[in-house]
């Protein structure tokens, strides 16, 4: 069983940056696959970002065009989320995943994920 806990976020200007945290306890931190989303009211949980367990390989999801980067820290069993130039559209509460037996086609996907975080809010004002 893997507990997840994030923090980090809050209030900033158009163009600001935060910086995600999600520290995980309870699992062999480097055979997960972890991830972060993203649900805005009345939408649907989005794919943000995902480093692949093992690899160190990065996928973002269409909309961040280079401005974050995720990246993890085994020994810390922690993963973070850097985010520059936010924007308005980029609020909302943001939520650690993992999962040690995701198969790549269900990356992008929330159901591909067992496990979740509380998640914590960014709010980007104009």
């Known amino acids: 069983q893997v507990q997840l806990v994030e923090s980090g976020g809050g209030l900033v200007q158009d163009g600001g940056s935060l910086r995600l945290s999600c520290t995980a306890s309870?699992?062999?931190?480097?055979?997960?696959?972890m991830a972060w989303f993203r649900q805005a009211p009345g939408k649907e949980r989005e794919f943000v970002a995902a480093?692949?367990?093992?690899?160190?390989?990065?996928y973002y999801g269409d909309f961040v065009k280079g401005r974050f980067t995720i990246s993890r820290d085994n020994g810390k069993g922690a993963v973070y989320l850097q985010m520059n130039n936010l924007k308005p559209e980029d609020t909302a509460v943001y939520y650690c995943?993992?999962?040690?037996?995701?198969?790549?086609?269900?990356?992008?996907?929330?159901?591909?994920?067992?496990?979740w975080g509380q998640g914590t809010q960014v709010t980007v004002s104009s």
């Open positions: 995943a993992a999962d040690r037996q995701i198969i790549m086609s269900s990356m992008r996907s929330p159901n591909g994920y067992g496990y």
């Open positions: 309870g699992g062999t931190f480097r055979m997960y696959t």
């Open positions: 480093e692949w367990r093992n690899t160190g390989r990065t």
